[in-house]
């Protein structure tokens, strides 16, 4: 992308920090700088506007394409008409998405810009796009994003590519390409040492996790049947903390060994996992049918404890989905159940201490690309995706209230959040 140079100058003036503010709106935060007489030289790229600050932004995924809707008005931002199932992931840079588009990964850009610059801070708006970057991936599936670096795994030959999250914008330009055998559905997250934490597998089934330093592997284990859904937790004196799904129990990677989590029950599956960056607790599903028709509708979550290599069930007298899952800014978790409430629990305790309605009474499809409930958390700020109102409702995780209730013109298959910073 084509870039000028733009000589900004800037008196006594207070500079408006991203963040959610109250009275039923999305923005964000404000803040005071004092910027005095001088003046600051600020590269911005062509197609940007100076704004005093940010207004978070939700990319929603529906039939026919992606759009873009201000979260502080509800007003649609941008439409982006594409065909096919699009799954949408965080890239990590707090700006732009990565598209699962077949055997690609596109690059698209939320159009929200902040530039550091000394102790502050200057924003810049722009038209959300498809951008032309592209990670080719056979069969693109998930992507994981920690400590500045950003995963993306290709399930249709098991290989993966590591990109410094700082420069996903250049592509395949700084990408690091790693193999793991076989073809499989699988994940891989960069650690902050260095070393590499995988899955191994073949296309019928998966069961073996690895951390690789280099050449040297460091750990590895095959007990993990159906390996599914990576989280990484507070990480310990001695590094990282990852955990990882399995159909017979959790695994727990940290001190350089792998760590099995006791349960009660022969099929114990946690594939779906969220974890919070302060918090050794990582909230997961639990499911214990393996021939459920179509689909298992389990009413307790797992709270997993990384410390103690324990699991403890949470009761919610409800069902929920494998989109329902978060975690709030104290570390509490997050479920949102068929009854169209959002449960927050206590992580320490596992008392359920709030439920808040925030949509109709709902129930899983069989076919999980179909339209459903959706929750995503930012900064203290949760989101839900209602497909039978089509609706996007907006829940301050600080007093537990709706604040806002935005019409969409289409149910949502996939949403991702972006606040700029």
């Known amino acids: 992308m084509k870039k000028y140079k733009a000589l900004i100058a800037a008196s006594a003036a207070a500079l408006l920090l991203a963040g959610c503010a109250g009275n039923n709106s999305a923005s964000m935060e404000e803040a005071d700088h004092d910027h005095h007489d001088h003046e600051h030289g600020i590269e911005v790229e062509e197609g940007l506007t100076e704004v005093s600050k940010l207004e978070r932004r939700a990319v929603l995924a529906v039939e026919g394409g992606l759009v873009t809707v201000n979260l502080a008005t509800g007003e649609v931002v941008n439409e982006v008409k594409q065909d096919g199932f699009l799954r949408l992931n965080q890239a990590g840079d707090n700006r732009h998405l990565l598209v699962s588009k077949g055997n690609e990964f596109q690059l698209f850009d939320t159009g929200l810009v902040a530039e550091a610059h000394g102790d502050h801070f200057h924003y810049f708006e722009g038209d959300p796009k498809l951008t032309d970057v592209k990670f080719p991936a056979e069969k693109a599936g998930h992507v994981t994003v920690h400590d500045g670096y950003t995963t993306l795994f290709a399930d249709g030959d098991g290989t993966f590519q590591v990109v410094p999250t700082e420069h996903i914008k250049h592509g395949t330009e700084d990408a690091e390409l790693h193999k793991t055998g076989d073809a499989h559905h699988g994940v891989a997250v960069r650690l902050s040492d260095g070393s590499i934490f995988h899955t191994e597998g073949h296309p019928d089934a998966r069961s073996v996790l690895r951390v690789v330093n280099g050449e040297k592997t460091v750990a590895v284990t095959e007990d993990c049947p159906g390996s599914h859904g990576e ?31 006791p349960v009660a029950d ?8 969220a974890g919070h960056p302060d918090s050794p607790i990582v909230l997961g599903d639990y499911k214990v049918d ?118 969409l013109d289409k149910p949502v298959v996939e949403m991702e959040i972006v606040a700029g910073k």
């Not at 022969?266 to 996992?273: C, I, M, P, T, V």
């Open 290 to 407: 393996p021939n459920a028709d179509p689909v298992e509708r389990p009413t307790r979550v797992a709270l997993i404890d990384t410390e103690a290599v324990s699991l403890k069930l949470v009761e919610l007298n409800s069902a929920y989905w494998f989109r329902s899952l978060g975690r709030g800014p104290a570390g509490e978790g997050l479920v949102l159940t068929y009854d169209g409430n959002l449960n927050v629990i206590d992580q320490n305790t596992g008392e359920v201490t709030n439920r808040v309605p925030v949509i109709g009474e709902w129930e899983e499809k069989a076919d999980w690309q179909e339209p459903g409930p959706i929750l995503k958390v930012n900064g203290s700020w949760a989101y839900i995706t209602d497909a039978v109102k089509k609706e996007l409702v907006v829940v301050d995780l600080t007093s537990f209230e709706v604040t806002k209730r935005i019409s």
């Open 231 to 261: 989280a990484t937790a507070k990480p310990n004196a001695n590094g990282d903390v990852v955990v990882m799904g399995c159909q017979n129990g959790p695994f727990v990677f940290k001190d350089g060994q792998f760590h099995k989590v």
């Open 266 to 273: 022969a099929y114990s599956r946690s594939g779906n996992l």
